[in-house]
């Protein structure tokens, strides 16, 4: 695929990314397309591997190899570098409903999986599928294209995240009529409120929503069930109901102090961040603000650095991020082998904001909170912590140790808690008498995207836990074929 000698031929290039001193005046999203030239060349990289890792979609342990959606990579690749755009098209979306959300938010487990990239840079994989699914767009390639043929079958998706609409479009491909609810005020679920606008754009979300009205599926917002519906009313109503409502019952910090002002979910101030920007451009203050500000995040993932970049735009005065794990390596170790997800260190798009305009990288590493301090009016105005070590006992049992002397005071009148999630929200659960796991997760039958509930399904964070866009995407498709054959299964 693509040119023989690319890979030795050309070097990596990504896309170009906006200065941080000019992205942080703004919500735009922070990235720039390479050429059409520069793409084709990149695209010329990808190697006639014998067996291409980068499309497996393996679960191995905790670790990803390749995409989970089972993209036909090596295949795209080598009608960009034949500059066959529109075909690179039409193999693309045969996989991936949604390449214009992974192809900016995704992290890219086909990228480390690369066969190039076992000693050398990884084809520029995910820029190219977002330079495909753009450029489909632009040209017009993409348009409603509804069923011909309607069944007699009716869906209720409960949840508008990636996982519900890839479900709703894989099941409104196949001529059933599907309904979609979401409890929030605009379609998209995570992608809308959980993502920030300068990751990705609320239009590409609202553009997508539009071609899937536009192909026959109904989405009804502002829409809570066990409140503003009632889930035996949607057995009732749909021969088949799907559960993507996520995993966003968040984990939280059980200290002393917790109960203090200033002390906010990182998803509650992300979300209230985007909807006030959508509804007012802030005007509304309808959002919290970390101007001027002491902003401490705690926890070191994705959604922390989400929380860094925009309390920066609004202005903070200090920022700190804490994580309970070491910094990680600059390259694999034997541990992390080719092709599993390297994980290595990097620096995220806003750990270098933060460089820009505090001076230094907001990580810190090792670290736990002890306690949470106020102010004496009820508000935070400190917390300590302790830095911490793993080590082995002489079971194999491993245990945090507390370094003594190491603790430390830190000022603050914001912090965001962004520890990950333990599962769905129990409205839901409640709502339709599910069972859970041991990780809390709605608990599968035989078949793993059924419930416990006849004609009740599930598919993304809601049934694996917390997890990537691009794995409800897959999760969606999957729960689409499982209600197919339960709902053709009743035709007599």
């Keep these: 695929m693509g040119k023989h000698t690319g890979f030795i031929e050309y070097d990596r290039k990504v896309p170009i990314e906006r200065k941080p001193s000019d992205r942080l005046n703004d919500w735009s999203e922070y990235q720039l397309l390479l050429s059409k030239e520069n793409l084709e060349i990149q695209g010329a990289r990808c190697m006639d ?7 497996t979609g393996i679960q191995l342990g905790r670790s990803m190899i390749g995409c989970p959606t089972n993209n036909l990579i090596p295949e795209w690749n080598d009608l960009i570098y034949r500059g ?33 990239a076992i000693n050398d840079s990884a084809v520029a994989i995910k820029s190219i599928e977002r330079a495909i699914i753009d450029k489909g767009f632009a040209e017009g390639w993409i348009t409603p294209n509804p069923p011909a043929i309607r069944t ?23 001529g059933h009529s599907v309904t979609v609810f979401e409890r929030s005020d605009r379609i998209g679920g995570l992608l809308m409120y959980g993502i920030p606008n300068m990751k990705l754009e609320k239009d590409i979300v609202e553009r997508r929503v539009c071609l899937l009205e536009a192909e026959g599926i109904l989405f009804v917002a502002n829409t809570e069930i066990g409140k503003d519906i009632q889930a035996n009313e949607l057995r009732e109503s749909f021969d088949a109901v799907i559960l993507c409502t996520g995993a966003h019952k968040p984990r939280d910090l059980f200290i002393e102090g917790r109960e203090l002002k200033g002390i906010h979910f990182a998803m509650d101030y992300l979300t209230a961040n985007t909807k006030s920007l959508l509804d007012s451009h802030f005007a509304d203050q309808a959002y919290l603000s970390a101007e001027g500000m002491d902003v401490i995040v705690i926890g070191g993932g994705d959604t922390g650095a989400d929380c860094i970049a925009t309390a920066l735009r609004h202005k903070c005065k200090r920022i700190v991020q804490f994580g309970k794990h070491p910094q990680l390596p600059m390259g694999r170790t034997d541990a992390n082998p080719w092709p599993e997800f390297p994980n290595t260190f990097s620096l995220d798009y806003a750990y270098e904001e933060a460089s820009v305009q505090t001076g230094k990288d907001p990580r810190e590493y090792s670290i736990l909170t002890k306690r949470f301090i106020g102010d004496g009016s009820g508000r935070v105005k400190e917390l300590h912590t302790v830095q911490i070590e793993t080590r082995t006992d002489q079971h194999g049992n491993t245990f945090i140790h507390e370094i003594p002397g190491s603790e430390k005071i830190w ?8 520890i990950g999630f333990s599962g769905p929200e129990e409205e839901v659960l ?3 008498a599910l069972k859970q796991d041991k990780h809390q997760k709605i608990k599968a039958t035989n078949e793993k995207y059924a419930t416990n509930i006849e004609g009740v399904f ?17 999760e969606g498709r999957e729960a689409a074929i499982a209600c197919d054959s339960y709902m053709m299964s009743k035709i007599k």
């Design 49 to 55: 591997c014998a067996t291409p890792f980068c499309h």
């Design 84 to 116: 066959r755009w529109k075909e690179a098209l039409e193999r693309l979306v045969k996989t991936n409903n949604f390449p214009e959300f992974t192809g900016r938010v995704c992290p890219a487990p086909c990228e480390g999986s690369c066969t190039v």
């Design 152 to 174: 007699s079958k009716t869906v209720a998706i409960v949840g508008s995240g990636p996982a519900g609409l890839a479900c709703a479009d894989q099941l409104n491909k196949m």
């Design 411 to 418: 000022p603050a009148d914001l912090v965001l808690i962004a």
């Design 430 to 432: 409640k709502a339709f």
């Design 458 to 474: 599930m598919a993304g964070d809601v049934r694996r836990g917390q997890s990537l866009v691009v794995w409800a995407i897959q």
